[in-house]
């Protein structure tokens, strides 16, 4: 089972890499309509590109659950693990300055390592499945709500604008390099 796993973790790295590419460009490509909203980043900020690298994780779960027969309650459990140390770590790396390449690259690979040496270790995961299916449904409730409603925080500011959230269509960017 762990050969067969730890091929498609490695490969998982550069399927959201990919996947994070097309969806910073999804909500351009879609006419700003209601998928380009959800399933990609409206703005430049921290969040927006963090959460084109959350999707694709989870979904690249998925494609692992599909592709190769494991134990559902360690493999939900490690990616649970795995999907928040990627986000919390890509966050707190942005926030810290880092480039957001490097920042994406360095947590993809511990959320990938971290979920496959809990998947492949000899912990009894199997009590933690109900909570970690509990954090995926805070997770989805999160990402579904933080873009159109986001906190006045840092992770959520557009650099180039100031604003938070969705940017209107109709916002005179000359007015916004004259003010600020």
Known sequence: MTRKILPL???GIAF????SAFMRRFYEWNNHELLGILFGAVNGSIWE??????LPYLLWGL??????????YRFAVAKTAGLYLLGGLYLGLRLCGMHAGVSAALSLAAAFAVSAALYCSDLYLRELFA???????LFVALYFSLTPFPPMHA???????GMYGIIPDYLDYGAVVMSG
Do not use: H, Y
């Open 9 to 11: 973790e490695f490969g």
């Open 155 to 161: 992770l959520f500011v557009d650099p180039e604008t």
């Open 131 to 137: 909570p970690a299916v509990a954090l995926l449904f």
């Open 16 to 19: 959201v890499l990919a996947c």
């Open 49 to 54: 590109s963090a959460k084109t690298l959350l």
């Open 63 to 72: 494609i692992e659950v599909l592709a190769v027969r494991v134990s559902l």
